[in-house]
């Protein structure tokens, strides 16, 4: 094991960690950050992103990310590749392994893990992952072009992805368990509208089928009810969009997440109840898991590692 001692760790490459970067770089902490297993994160596998503020035109997610991480790095940011495979936050300074073989020891920890996409659990997921099951339409819409797919969800990410996939599929099924859309009243009408999209309410999936990978999926309307249809479409490909789970799991020993696992901050700050751990994005916030307030809680998490600092006389 290698040993390393930053002032500032930020783990994780979504907005608010590179946010979080921009700021604690701008404010001499010298921040060292770890990537994280998706460079970008979530964002670089949405469409555009449409709904920032200063992009009257859209931007990809891609390129938001791409953006955003140069201009950390122009500051100074010490951006690495690698994975948070442990935590020590018993005391500071704050012992992380990244890939099982380094540690940083870091004054302050900002943790900005983001959330990984949810699954059903059906056994056929994992039959036929990487063989028609994705959890990423942005990743692998391309291999459905002309093709028959189906969307699982009811948010806007399931909404999102289903247009997404409409542009290239010639067909789209939504498979959604509830009678109505969660998602937000604009993505619901374009959904809605769109001529290639299905959606099939109070509809479950049960299973998948196929000889060499998913040909069809076996679904359930009204499960459970006396007038209950079990019934099979022929698909090509099957999409996940059912939400995230957040990836706290190393930090749980020591700092409060609720019962989904997202971690539990004092207020509207970033402060967990360890001195010097920030967290930040979507790894804390149940509630609105945008890019924007992403960002912004990176942006106070910096600025209460920089106060942290000071105040222990650090900087
Ligand atoms: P949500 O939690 O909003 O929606 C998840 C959907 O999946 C719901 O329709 C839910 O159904 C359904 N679902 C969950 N579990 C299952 C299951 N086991 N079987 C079948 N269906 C299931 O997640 P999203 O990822 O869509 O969105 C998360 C947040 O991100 C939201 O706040 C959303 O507004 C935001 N977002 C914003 C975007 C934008 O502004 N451009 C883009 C994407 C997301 P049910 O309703 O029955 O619970």
Not at 232 to 250: T, Y
Not at 252 to 258: A, N, Q
């Amino acid at each position: 094991m290698t040993t390393e001692r930053v002032k500032c760790l930020i783990i994780g490459s979504g907005p608010a960690g590179y946010t979080a970067a921009i700021y604690a770089s701008r404010a001499n902490l010298s921040p060292v950050m770890y990537e994280g297993l998706q460079p970008g994160g979530q964002l670089t596998t949405t469409t555009d992103v449409e709904n920032f503020p200063g992009y009257p035109q859209g931007v990809s997610g891609t390129q938001m990310m791409e953006d955003m991480r140069a201009q950390a790095a122009r500051f100074g940011a010490d951006i690495r590749f690698g994975i948070a495979t442990h935590a020590d936050l018993k005391a500071a300074p704050y012992k992380i392994t990244i890939d099982g073989s380094t540690v940083i020891e870091a004054e302050t920890v900002i943790i900005a893990t983001g959330a990984t996409a949810k699954y059903l659990g059906l056994q056929d997921e994992q039959k036929y992952a990487g063989m028609g099951v994705s959890a990423c339409a942005t990743c692998d819409g391309f291999f459905y072009r002309k093709k028959v797919v189906a969307v699982v969800g009811g948010g806007d990410t399931a909404c999102e992805e289903a247009i997404y996939l409409a542009g290239l599929a010639s067909k789209v099924y939504l498979i959604v368990r509830k009678p109505y859309l969660r998602a937000s009243k604009i993505m619901q009408e374009r959904v809605m509208q769109h001529e290639k999209i299905e959606v099939l309410f109070e509809t479950n999936t049960v299973g998948l089928f196929g000889e060499n990978g998913v040909e069809g999926v076996n679904l359930v309307k009204r499960w459970e009810q006396p007038d209950e249809e079990r019934y099979s479409l022929a698909i090509d490909g099957f999409f996940l969009a059912i939400g995230h789970h957040p990836n706290s799991d190393i930090f749980k020993e020591y700092i409060d997440t609720d019962e989904a696992g997202y971690i539990v901050t004092e207020g509207s700050s970033p402060c967990t109840k360890v001195p010097g751990v920030f967290a930040a994005g979507d790894v804390a916030d149940p509630h609105y898991k945008q890019a924007i307030t992403a960002a912004a809680s990176g942006c106070k998490a910096a600025i209460e590692a920089e106060r942290y600092l000071a105040e222990k006389g650090l900087m």
